[in-house]
């Protein structure tokens, strides 16, 4: 498993590498979620503690909750890639 710091980049090399019409959202969205868990827990961006500690589902509902506003359809995308590049 990958930790935090190997997924984002794996996500960004591969989000970088298609033809999108608005590239920029995603990658705010990934600022944006890592600014949340930076606040939050930071703790889970180092290692693989955000990986060995939730699966994607409830990931999500964390999120929500230290959001406390719904996702956006980036946000959303972008915790999918994240933990599919975290395998």
Same mark, same amino acid.
């Given at each position: 498993? $990958?930790?935090?710091?190997?997924?984002?980049?794996?996500? &960004?090399?591969?989000? =970088?590498?298609?033809? +999108?019409?608005?590239?920029?959202?995603? %990658? #705010?969205? +990934?600022?944006? &979620?890592?600014? &949340?868990?930076?606040?939050?827990?930071?703790?889970?961006?180092?290692?693989?503690? +955000?990986?060995? $500690? @939730?699966?994607?589902?409830? @990931?999500?509902? *964390?999120? %929500? $909750?230290?959001?406390?506003?719904?996702?956006?359809?980036?946000? $959303?995308?972008?915790?999918? #890639? %994240? @933990? *599919? @590049?975290? =395998?």
């Amino acid at each position: 498993m $990958k930790n935090y710091r190997e997924a984002k980049r794996a996500y &960004i090399k591969d989000h =970088q590498s298609k033809n +999108l019409k608005a590239p920029q959202r995603r %990658l #705010g969205a +990934l600022d944006a &979620i890592e600014a &949340i868990i930076q606040s939050e827990v930071p703790e889970l961006l180092l290692a693989n503690d +955000l990986f060995n $500690k @939730f699966d994607k589902s409830t @990931f999500t509902d *964390q999120y %929500l $909750k230290w959001k406390c506003k719904p996702l956006s359809s980036a946000e $959303k995308s972008v915790i999918v #890639g %994240l @933990f *599919q @590049f975290s =395998q």
